[in-house]
């Protein structure tokens, strides 16, 4: 089964519209993430939540709002999509101090 | 600031020949630090962690506290070993994010 799954795979959008990306995890893991994966494949984090609660914000746009509906998901909304939000997002999870698990990652394509 | 630098964007050797993937890093406290690879179009997969010293698919990774280093080495290469390698800090104290080298991009030639 898999441990962290996030859906779609790929989203292929236009500039402007809105756009959800979902995240869940069975490893009963409290803290979850969004990370993102430039074209020059550097990954930077971008949000952390810790049981429902956001611990980490890095100075990301507020176009961007993860939500946290249980502490098994994290989900990464986008408004008006611009064309360097093309990247691929990747969502986490980990233990209070422990190993991070990752997710297949989400290739978003803003055209 | 804490920063995790890798300082090769592609390695490339031969198939047999030793690997070594450098890593160093700035940090005020004691980090943990992690190598993490991932395989064409998957996700990453922690391939190494130092606190366990332990060795996972040949590869090993020393802690040297004094050069702020945790190179990353194999001795004999292998094709399947080809992927992108990222290396890693975390701070507990931070919420356990991962603060991510610019990666080294390994390849293995037959």
């Known amino acids: 089964d898999t441990a962290v799954s996030q859906t779609p795979k790929y989203l292929v959008t236009q500039m402007g519209n809105d756009k959800s990306i979902k995240c869940e995890q069975n490893?009963?893991?409290?803290?979850m993430y969004w990370y993102k994966q430039d074209s020059k494949k550097f990954l930077k984090i971008m949000f952390s939540?810790?049981?429902?609660?956001?611990?980490i914000n890095e100075t990301v746009p507020n176009r961007f709002s993860p939500k946290s509906p249980d502490k098994a998901h994290l989900n990464l909304h986008i408004n008006s999509l611009e064309l360097g939000d093309s990247a691929v997002y990747f969502c986490?999870?980990?233990?209070?101090?422990?190993?991070?698990?990752f997710g297949s990652g989400t290739q978003l394509s803003v055209l | 600031a804490q920063r995790v630098t890798q300082p090769e964007k592609l390695l490339s050797v031969f198939k047999g020949a030793p690997v070594e993937l450098k890593c160093n890093y700035s940090?005020?406290?004691?980090?943990?630090l992690f190598w993490y690879v991932q395989y064409s179009r998957q996700r990453l997969q922690l391939l190494l962690r130092?606190?366990s010293r332990e060795s996972i698919k040949g590869f090993t990774a020393d802690l040297n506290k004094g050069e702020t280093s945790f190179h990353l080495k194999k001795p004999f290469a292998q094709e399947e070993d080809s992927a992108m390698y990222y290396c890693?800090?975390?701070?507990?104290?931070?919420?356990?994010?991962?603060?991510f080298g610019q990666g080294t991009e390994l390849s293995v030639k037959p």
């Open positions: 986490a999870s980990s233990p209070v101090r422990g190993r991070v698990f």
């Open positions: 490893l009963g893991h409290d803290t």
């Open positions: 939540y810790n049981n429902k609660e956001l611990i």
């Open positions: 940090y005020s406290g004691s980090p943990e």
């Open positions: 130092h606190i």
């Open positions: 890693a800090l975390s701070y507990y104290n931070q919420g356990g994010k991962l603060i």
